[in-house]
């Protein structure tokens, strides 16, 4: 066995070209493969995150009825009882923390221009266990309670040309269809810049009973946000909330992060259908590689084999020496892959790259992700089935170059003129 | 007593539609320490007697004994097991493992055979490599070694393991005249050192000098068996 290896070690530096082009092939193309896991990996959960971070929280609790029409941010379907589903769930230790909120058509009014952003009334005292807004106020501060003051994202405030301390116009809608509507002249107090685009470019918030007052809505509030401590108990905390709210009067609906941000999933699954196929043309390249440098080897070494098997050595080892010579390519270019793939991963995953170089109205386009920075996320786990995939590959496509070799009739081959 | 016979053998090659008989009935044995040449024109089936003895082939019809045991119907893999133990070649084109030292080539067969362990397969090899006058080479490869020389390793290769029989197809067909002498002097002196049976092909006359025995095939049969007279 020792010798068969040592054979197949000094037969891969025999054609050393060849070698390197196949090994090359498979680092390459493996270690592209990694990458791209790992960016697909960074992409959707960081998404997620951003998008639990900022709009959805784990759980909202929302009036009957007001899903359904949610892209419209209605305000016909309130939660008249706030405080008493928050005593209700007091005792839940799963929960982190439960804000009640208003979510509001509005625009806001600089001068002569005006931009529509959505609305979102917040509880400042709680906010921060359970959105990161305050996280990302990256000038001024964040709202006290019950001031009148507001915070805008850091894309409208710069499209608006707004700075902290400057004064505006909120224009707060009660109905769109009747345009009734009601205006706050309010001092800017934060610019914040998360994470999520969607929401620097078009969410303001103000405290929640500023809000309740324009609005009309005293005491009411449009959804409760729930953050619970451990994201994988979900499922049962959103069932004991449910069975808590079903003793009251009237229908609620608690909704997840998953179902709130339905559009994004949808695009990707589109997208990691196509994620798969770049494994499957790396896995091609790949083997096709290997076969063709395998086949040359045995092409080429014909009158070799028919000697072996002269000398009286079996089938099987004649085929290891070529699974062994195909695998050993395998490993060296799996190991290399796992370096090109870590070393992209990790720079994605510190580093992350921005669509900012495509410039403002590129990025723009592409900005339906709901983050700025494409953000990997590495797992050894991606490295494992990196090389592992490598070396199976590999070993899987010598193997038909090696059952050719040893169909050779050892006559015929040691004939072999080449 | 005999360490091969060939009894009525008979060997039709298909080629494509035609069958292109290469020996026709034909039947000799070999005894122990023999130094034996099959000589004969290109085409008189020479190779194919080779192939046979060597259990690298199946004749159509007859039988093949090596040491008294009928080895005419083992499976291919017995065949290699038979080859592997008992039966040395050498080929006209040396076909040494080209990774592989001097040394490592010639150690190849008793890695094989499994029977030593590494320290005795050095020693070994190591001598029979000094009894083919390549001493200081040990450590090339073939492409670092003459034509000569590289055939020198062949013959240690066939010889190390102690085979009954070795078997040399045109040893120096692809040799000068003179270092084809010397592959068949060097030969003929492990014969006689440590009397394991020698049986060549060649269609030279001066190669043919060296044999002590004179099988002459022509169309598939024997023309003539003849002893050397007093060499």
């Not at chain 1, 054979?7 to 592209?32: C, D, E, P, Q, W």
């Not at chain 1, 009237?250 to 998953?258: L, N, R």
């Not at chain 1, 990790?346 to 410039?359: D, P, V």
Request: glycine letters at 6%.
């Amino acid at each position: 066995m020792k010798m068969l290896l040592k054979l197949a070690f000094r037969n891969v530096f025999r054609y050393k070209k060849r070698t390197i082009i196949t090994f090359s092939a498979i680092s390459y193309g493996l270690g592209l493969m990694a990458v791209g896991i790992s960016l697909y990996n960074g992409v959707n959960t960081h998404a997620m995150d951003n998008i639990i971070n900022n709009q959805t929280a784990h759980l909202k609790i929302l009036a009957a009825g007001y899903f359904e029409d949610k892209d419209e941010v209605p305000l016909e379907f309130t939660i008249d009882e706030p405080q008493e589903i928050r005593s209700l769930l007091k005792d839940n230790q799963n929960i982190q923390g439960i804000e009640s909120r208003i979510l509001f058509q509005a625009s806001i009014i600089s001068g002569m221009d005006e931009l529509p952003c959505l609305g979102v009334a917040i509880e400042p005292e709680v906010d921060p266990l359970v959105f990161k807004i305050k996280d990302s106020i990256k000038d001024g501060r964040f709202l006290e309670p019950s001031e009148s003051k507001i915070i805008l994202g850091s894309g409208l405030a710069r499209d608006l040309g707004l700075k902290v301390g400057d004064d505006c116009v909120l224009r707060l809608f009660l109905s769109t269809e009747d345009f009734i509507w009601n205006a706050l002249d309010l001092e800017i107090t934060g610019i914040a810049k998360t994470e999520n685009p969607m929401v620097n470019r078009q969410t303001v918030f103000i405290p929640l009973s500023l809000a309740q007052e324009a609005l009309s809505l005293e005491n009411k509030v449009t959804e409760l946000a729930v953050r619970i401590e451990d994201r994988s108990k979900l499922p049962e905390v959103r069932n004991s909330i449910e069975s808590r709210l079903a003793t009251l009067n009237k229908d609620y609906e608690v909704v997840s992060f998953e179902e709130y941000a339905s559009d994004f999933k949808e695009l990707m699954r589109l997208r990691s259908r196509i994620q798969v196929l770049i494994p499957l043309m790396m896995i091609l390249i790949a083997t096709l590689g290997i076969v063709n440098t395998m086949l040359m080897a045995v092409m080429e070494r014909t009158r070799e084999i028919g000697m072996l098997a002269a000398m009286g050595m079996r089938k099987l080892e004649i085929m290891l020496v070529f699974v062994f010579e195909g695998a050993l390519i395998g490993v060296f270019g799996s190991l290399t892959a796992c370096v090109i793939g870590g070393l992209g991963g990790w720079y994605l995953e510190t580093k992350g790259f921005s669509m900012s170089f495509l410039g403002k109205e590129m990025s723009d386009m592409v900005s339906f992700l709901p983050m700025e920075v494409f953000k990997g996320d590495l797992t050894v786990g991606i490295l494992i089935f990196t090389l592992v995939l490598g070396i199976v590959i590999s070993i899987l496509a010598s193997l038909y170059p090696a059952y050719k070799a040893v169909k050779l009739d050892p006559i015929q081959a040691l004939r072999h003129v080449g | 007593m005999s360490i091969a016979k060939l009894e009525n053998i008979h060997k039709v090659y298909h080629i494509g539609k035609i069958d292109f008989p290469a020996l026709r009935g034909i039947s000799f044995s070999i005894e122990e320490g023999e130094f034996l040449s099959i000589a004969g024109p290109s085409g008189s089936g020479k190779t194919t007697v080779l192939n046979l003895l060597g259990c690298l082939d199946k004749p159509s019809q007859g039988k093949i004994f090596l040491e008294d045991k009928d080895v005419t119907a083992l499976p291919t893999a017995k065949l290699a097991d038979v080859r592997r133990k008992n039966i040395g070649f050498v080929f006209q084109t040396f076909n040494l493992i080209p990774v592989l030292t001097a040394m490592e080539n010639v150690e190849f067969p008793l890695i094989l055979e499994g029977k030593h362990d590494p320290k005795e397969r050095h020693r070994l090899t190591e001598k029979i490599l000094t009894q083919v006058g390549l001493k200081d080479f040990l450590h090339r490869r073939p492409n670092e070694m003459s034509g000569g020389q590289q055939q020198r390793v062949a013959v240690a290769r066939a010889l190390v393991k102690k085979p009954k029989l070795v078997l040399a197809d045109e040893p120096s067909a692809n040799l000068d005249s003179v270092t084809g002498k010397e592959i068949l002097q060097l030969m003929l002196e492990l014969n006689q050192k440590t009397s394991t049976t020698f049986v060549f092909s060649t269609h030279d006359k001066m190669v043919m000098d060296f044999a002590r025995r004179i099988i002459r095939l022509r169309d598939g049969k024997i023309e003539s068996d003849q002893k050397a007279s007093t060499k």
